[in-house]
């Protein structure tokens, strides 16, 4: 998925598509911090944040990148009927794509 999008990226002036129109998603993290130290948690973030930016080098990792699990999202929203700081950050990050994609949208037909 991720080498189609970047087929798109680098054709920018014909479809329209930029760095910012893309969220990237880092599900069972969960496992991750269970089963590894802090430092490996953080060099295991960089690895990826440096590995998308082989290909995306204006990638905003704060607002494009998203680490969570889905399964505990889902179980704070059926237990407590609201969303974790995980679920609020993937539904914000969400708003701004489409946001900005209807913007680019409109930009390129128009």
């Not at 080098?57 to 407590?80: C, G, H, R, Y």
Request: proline share 2%; charged share 35%; with cysteine.
């Amino acid at each position: 998925m991720l080498r189609e999008w970047i087929k798109f990226y680098r054709r920018e002036k014909y479809c329209g598509i930029t760095a910012q129109s893309a969220l990237f998603v880092c599900n069972k993290w969960d496992e991750v911090v269970n089963k590894t130290k802090p430092e490996e948690k953080e060099h295991l973030k960089k690895e990826i944040i440096d590995k998308l930016k082989e290909d995306i080098p204006d990638l905003d990792e704060e607002n494009q990148i998203i680490t969570m699990s889905v399964l505990k999202a889902a179980d704070v929203k059926s237990t407590f009927d609201v969303m974790n700081d995980d679920l609020n950050n993937l539904m914000i990050g969400l708003q701004r794509l489409l946001t900005l994609s209807v913007e680019r949208k409109t930009d390129y037909f128009y």
